[in-house]
């Protein structure tokens, strides 16, 4: 059974700090990571994906990613009330579907 | 451009009746998929699709009916609905090497079962 674990929460941040994710994988076959936004009653949007292992940056966020520790996770700078939502980590491996965690709510208060 | 479409929004079902959730996407992308969402939970697979003519089952199929005769649309078909069905339901699309690319998400239809 392949999984993906996350903490769910909620992270409770103040305005300008970081905020930590994480997550971990169970499948050492999976390739490819991804980070999702979720805000209350919407659908998910694409924050990042990371294929290697090492930092990824895109402006405020940057994802890690160590395949021999299994775990993955994003990193939000200067976080704002506006990045409070629920944040899905997902892993791919060689069956080219998608395993989702069961996200982390994150709150950020002025 | 569009990107994944769902209809409907919103949906109430008696016990036993039956529907079918509309997904179609303008990407030109061969994966579809359909997933649920519980309240607190994460997404659950449905079905999944690699292409016209091709449906597999997921992870919680049971209920459920899929069909995938053009790129574009991929259905879901309730048949004799059930409460354990209240749910919302996503469908999302995907490029390339599916799971391995970014998948793109409609808006969802949040469905329940009276």
């Known amino acids: 059974q392949k999984e993906v674990e996350q903490n769910s929460g909620p992270l409770s941040v103040p305005e300008g700090a970081i905020a930590s994710l994480n997550c971990t994988y169970s499948?050492?076959?999976?390739?490819?990571f991804f980070w999702y936004r979720q805000y209350s009653g919407k659908s998910p949007e694409l924050i990042m994906s990371?294929?290697?292992?090492g930092d990824k940056e895109d402006g405020r966020f940057t994802a890690q990613l160590n395949k021999a520790s299994q775990y993955v996770s994003l990193l939000i700078r200067d976080s704002q009330p506006s990045d409070s939502a629920t944040y899905l980590c997902?892993?791919?491996?060689?069956?080219?579907?998608?395993?989702f965690g069961r996200g982390t709510s994150l709150i950020v208060h002025p | 451009n569009a990107g994944v479409t769902q209809t409907p929004k919103f949906r109430i079902l008696k016990i036993g009746q039956s529907m079918t959730l509309q997904c179609t996407q303008d990407?030109?992308?061969?994966?579809m998929y359909w997933y649920r969402q519980d309240p607190g939970m994460g997404l659950k697979l449905i079905y999944y699709?690699?292409?016209?003519?091709?449906?597999d089952k997921g992870e919680v199929p049971n209920g459920y009916n899929v069909s995938r005769s053009t790129t574009e649309d991929f259905p879901l078909r309730l048949e004799l609905a059930a409460p354990s069905q209240t749910s919302v339901y996503f469908c999302?699309?995907?490029?390339?090497?599916?799971?391995?690319?970014?998948?793109?998400f409609g808006d969802g239809t949040r469905l329940s079962i009276l």
């Open positions: 999302a699309s995907s490029t390339g090497t599916g799971g391995h690319q970014p998948q793109h």
């Open positions: 499948d050492r076959g999976s390739q490819s």
């Open positions: 990371i294929y290697s292992n």
């Open positions: 997902a892993a791919t491996g060689g069956s080219y579907i998608p395993t």
């Open positions: 990407m030109n992308h061969n994966y």
């Open positions: 699709s690699v292409g016209a003519g091709i449906t």
